[in-house]
């Protein structure tokens, strides 16, 4: 073998990344034969050495109606390769401060804080620690949804082999935040329209009993469910009656009802006929679940073909506060279910003033005039709410509540202070 120099190794440190690993690989000369060794650059990237993940990146939370607190939760996660101490931070007092606000995370450890809300409130937190970037976390807690429903329960009539019926279902959100609803039927012969929803909106509950070949009672249920709400159950029964050679048919007039009632105020009136357009003798009942409506008159009536009858309804806005009011009352009979829609619109008195007048007294000593006002919960009067000089015999009186009976009268004061008996008395309530 030829003599050739002593092969010489150079090894090349590169600047970059954390440590700099020097390896080295022999090449063998397709000329020489000799064995060459040739440096290799061998470098790695420099690794985090802490980092702190959290999710999720915003916390929301809702308190539930009945309840007074709201829980949620944060994950922190150390991607790096060192240890962290880690530190939840807030100025809200809506919110507790979670047990171990600071936390020690070992390299891909995790911790979870959790946190309780007291009341609505929108606001931030920080997750901060030594040598990571501070985390802010966006927090919102509200009042959480709840469903509302009317009617609470629905109840058909009907034929075997009969037609589809009809009624609607009121969804609403009783709570706060926004309701996201979704409706279901535990059976096949009852279908619901939509069937899912934001807010507030109204379902059509169909029953078609084609299907259906036995008389008798039939139950099924409407489930309404919602994020972050419980559940309501509208209970539906159906009524099915042997299938009649008779027609039994009928019309109601009119086909809704509109009240209008003064807050505290008497009860408004209104009227449903029913007529029997069928070949039959008919039995329609009256049935609502509205609790500011009221049957006048027998709900149930028996009509003969070619006849009417009457239902009388009193609606009032005592105990309510101004605003409109709706609800669904259903005619039933025959094997046929009709829907009347009920609205009240509940208006604020716009009395709050009496005018009074009275008969001059026409004595010579006449001083003037006293007025008097109690309301009909005080037995006696305190002192005059005026005093009047002889020439005033009218008076309005101003700043009187609605819903409240007020009770007036007038004496006559001679020059010496003498005052006469209290004269007649006038009752008035505002409504």
């Known amino acids: 073998m030829n003599s050739h120099p002593t092969p010489v190794l150079r090894v090349h440190q590169q600047a970059s990344g954390m440590d700099n690993v020097r390896c080295a690989r022999w090449l063998k000369s397709s000329v020489f034969g000799a064995a060459v060794l040739s440096a290799l650059h061998c470098s790695f990237a420099e690794p985090v050495w802490a980092d702190v993940v959290v999710t999720p990146t915003t916390l929301t939370m809702g308190i539930l109606q009945g309840q007074t607190t709201a829980s949620g939760s944060i994950t922190a996660r150390n991607t790096g390769v060192t240890a962290v101490k880690i530190t939840w931070s807030d100025a809200m007092p809506c919110l507790e401060t ?7 995370l070992g390299a891909g450890e995790s911790t979870t ?7 609505p409130a929108t606001g931030s937190a920080t997750l901060s620690g030594s040598g990571v970037p501070t985390v802010t976390i966006p927090v919102s807690v509200t009042t959480a949804p709840e469903v509302g429903v009317n009617p609470t329960s629905l109840v058909y009539a009907g034929t075997v082999g009969g037609t589809s019926s009809v009624q609607t279902v ?10 996201t609803w979704s409706t279901s039927s535990n059976v096949t012969w009852l279908t619901l329209s939509p069937q899912s929803g934001t807010s507030a909106a109204t379902v059509s509950a169909t029953v078609n009993p084609a299907g259906l070949l036995l008389t008798g009672t039939y139950n099924a249920a409407i489930t309404v469910t919602a994020q972050g709400a419980s559940s309501k159950t509208i209970p539906v029964t159906l009524n099915l009656a042997p299938a009649s050679t008779s027609t039994s048919s009928f019309s109601v007039s009119p ?15 209104g009227t449903v006929t029913v007529n029997n357009t069928g070949t039959s003798t008919v039995t329609v009942t009256w049935y ?4 500011w409506l009221a049957a006048a008159s027998a709900d149930t009536v028996t009509i003969a073909p070619g006849m009417s009858a009457t239902v009388s309804l009193a609606a009032s806005a005592a105990g309510l506060t101004a605003g409109s009011y709706s609800g669904t009352a259903t005619v039933s009979g025959g094997g046929m279910t009709k829907q009347i829609p009920v609205s009240l619109t509940a208006v604020a008195s716009a009395v ?26 005080e037995t006696n009067y305190g002192e005059p709410i005026a005093t ?14 609605p819903g ?6 007038v004496t006559a004061v001679d020059f010496s202070g003498n005052e006469s008996a209290h004269s007649n008395q006038l009752t008035k309530t505002i409504y």
């Open 98 to 104: 979670p047990s171990k606000s600071t936390r020690r």
């Open 113 to 119: 804080f959790t946190i309780q809300a007291i009341c």
């Open 170 to 179: 009121s969804i609403s959100n009783a709570g706060g935040g926004t309701l």
């Open 255 to 269: 086909p809704s009802l509109a009240f209008t009632a003064t807050v505290g105020g008497p009860s408004t009136t």
């Open 288 to 291: 609502d679940q509205i609790n």
């Open 352 to 377: 709050t003033s009496v005018g009074l007048a009275w008969d001059a007294n026409t004595e010579s000593d006449l001083s003037g005039y006293k007025l008097y006002l109690r309301t009909s919960s």
């Open 388 to 401: 009047l000089p002889t020439s005033t015999t009218t008076y309005t009186v101003t700043g009187l509540q």
């Open 404 to 409: 409240t009976t007020y009770i007036f009268d």
